[in-house]
């Protein structure tokens, strides 16, 4: 794989993305994102292009409300 | 565009405080929250300090205390390490009530807040000086000092280069469910360790009084390869009270690391969880963020408009509560690798020195002998952890 392969596919993202049915917006997941990728409000959240795919939030999160994009 | 002379993002309770003790100080100051309504949702354990602790910032009242509590014990895995009576140990808020107080007070006095506000970015002049805090939908506040309240996630702090966005090793991940159940509810605050309960953590079952309980779960630290919090606490209301009615789930996010040496950067501040000021081995951070937010307001209030004299607050925090935060540290380090029988002997050792009931109205008497003999026990292990941190 070239370099340029390697920017191409982080600039991919976002890797992952928040079932908003079972998010309870603790920010918790925000909070060990090192890219501030993941923007929490009152009752909604999302992942931005940011993600690096680092999967901090995906194991951090205590209700499993963040999975993988397909 | 609005201006004022502090700008607070984060609407809880450093910030609510903040907005308190400035706007009385004479101050023009706004607090900004992304919340809907103030202390909604509730995210927290809700024991604090007592009530002449929470007097030494302001009077508190009556609607907003659950219940007063009677005392602390540990058990580990099925044994009841030590269960001990301690007058005036602390309280239970309604923390909801108490922010909404606290806000209602802060408005008294003449602060402004803005609720279902976002804070995108902190704002630069042509001078490249912070003047105030970039809000969602490209709208301006301006401030001549910006303070981050914004807890665990910390973006002011983050933005303005003071603080580092969380490791999964420095965070407890927490969940706490209201349940109506008898199970110990006996005004005392109950702790469970123990492998087969919850580890690296501690679970809680705390009155709320009547016969609710709050039932939640810390796990030090997030490794990949364990359970998460909310296993934990499941199992232990289907085995310990089976029958028990759920009302409600909270998650959270507790930093459970020390603050940064350094809390402002030219005129930004950064106060309570978003300054990591939180307890490292207890995760309890109310009193701390009460403190904090004492030692801001007091900065900004006497700094006169000198920037470099708000370095006070990070000298003060540090020469103090900072040094507290290393030893709780090192407690936590040591019972995370520290096994059940090792750590049933510790507690057993400290409930020994602490004969009989504690009264925390008058300082701790602890003789000599007992004081050696439980510094003896421990001194090992601590210097053993000491030393591996440091090297």
Known sequence: MTENDTSASVSAGPYYYIDQSQCTFCAGCSSVCPVMAIHVYDSSSAVSDACVNCG???IFCPVSAIKNCV | MKTFDVVVAGGSIAGLYLGMKLARGGMSVCVIDRKRTIGVPVRCGEAT?????????FEPERSWIALE????ALHINDSLCFKKAIPEAGVLLYRDKLEQGLAHRAEKFGATIFLDTIVTGLHENHHGEWDGVAIEPGDIIKGRF????????SRIGQWAGITKPLSLGEVASTLEYHVESDYCNDGFLHFFMGSSIIAPGYLWVFPK?????????GLYGCPGNTPKVKYFVDDF??????????????TGCAPVTLSPRSLTKKNVLVVGDAARQLNPLTAGGIMNAFEAADLAADAVLGCGGDDRKLRAYSRQWAGNQRRQQKVYRLLRDMIVNSSDDEIAAMARRASRVFKGDVDRS???????????????SILPKALGHWRALVG
């Open chain 2, 362 to 376: 008058k300082p701790f008497e602890v003789s000599m002998t007992q004081a050696a003999i439980l510094a003896m």
């Open chain 2, 237 to 250: 209301i289907e085995r310990r009270m089976p029958r028990a009615r759920r009302h409600s789930m909270i």
């Open chain 2, 49 to 57: 300090g007592n009530l002449a602790e929470l007097s030494r910032f």
């Open chain 2, 209 to 217: 009084g009547e016969n609710l309980l709050k039932v939640g779960g």
């Open chain 2, 69 to 72: 509590v009677e005392g602390c």
């Open chain 1, 56 to 58: 901090n939030c995906k």
């Open chain 2, 146 to 153: 910006i303070i981050g309240a914004d807890g665990c996630e």
